[in-house]
């Protein structure tokens, strides 16, 4: 467990001792980025990209802040993709299985051309780091937006 908080802190850019402050900061690690503006989600989100995929480097990266009920639509991605959960909490769905909420510290593996979709609760946000894998193997597929239907399914925790 220890390693995995090391991991985390160590990612999100602070270092690591086994003397973890007791007062924590609440200011969000990154900014919250750009309002995003295209049709590939629902509801407010903003993103804020670390880095793009480049000739050394096949990843795409960002932090992508999501308000209560927001969501992408549903996406597949040739090379996979991780979510690594930074606050909130938040749902993810694959398609043919039932909705997971995630919460801070979750990390989710989306499987390559794997259809799914991520975003907020209802009721709280959410934040994660998303890093797009092996984008020399193309760009997300978008398809359709996640109907209410689909969004405001029971979870149970």
Not at 22 to 44: L, Q, W
Not at 82 to 93: E, K, P, S
Not at 122 to 132: E, G, L, M, W
Request: positive net charge; contains cysteine; aromatic residues 8%.
């Amino acid at each position: 467990m220890y390693i995995k908080i090391c991991l985390a802190i160590l990612l999100l850019g602070s270092g690591c001792t086994k003397n973890i402050s007791t007062s924590m900061n609440t200011d969000p690690t990154f900014p919250k980025g750009n309002k995003v503006t295209n049709n590939n989600f629902v509801g407010n989100v903003y993103v804020q990209m670390f880095a793009q995929k480049d000739t050394v480097h096949n990843v795409s990266l960002g932090s992508v802040t999501f308000e209560p009920g927001a969501r992408t639509n549903w996406h597949s991605h040739p090379g996979g993709q991780i979510l690594m959960v930074t606050d909130g909490i938040g749902y993810y769905q694959e398609r043919g299985s039932m909705i997971r909420k995630m919460r801070k510290g979750d990390v989710i593996k989306c499987p390559h051309n794997i259809e799914h979709w991520h975003g907020a609760s209802p009721t709280t946000s959410v934040t994660h780091i998303a890093i797009s894998t092996n984008t020399q193997l193309g760009e997300a597929k978008w398809i359709r937006p996640v109907t209410d239907e689909e969004y405001n399914v029971k979870i149970i925790d």
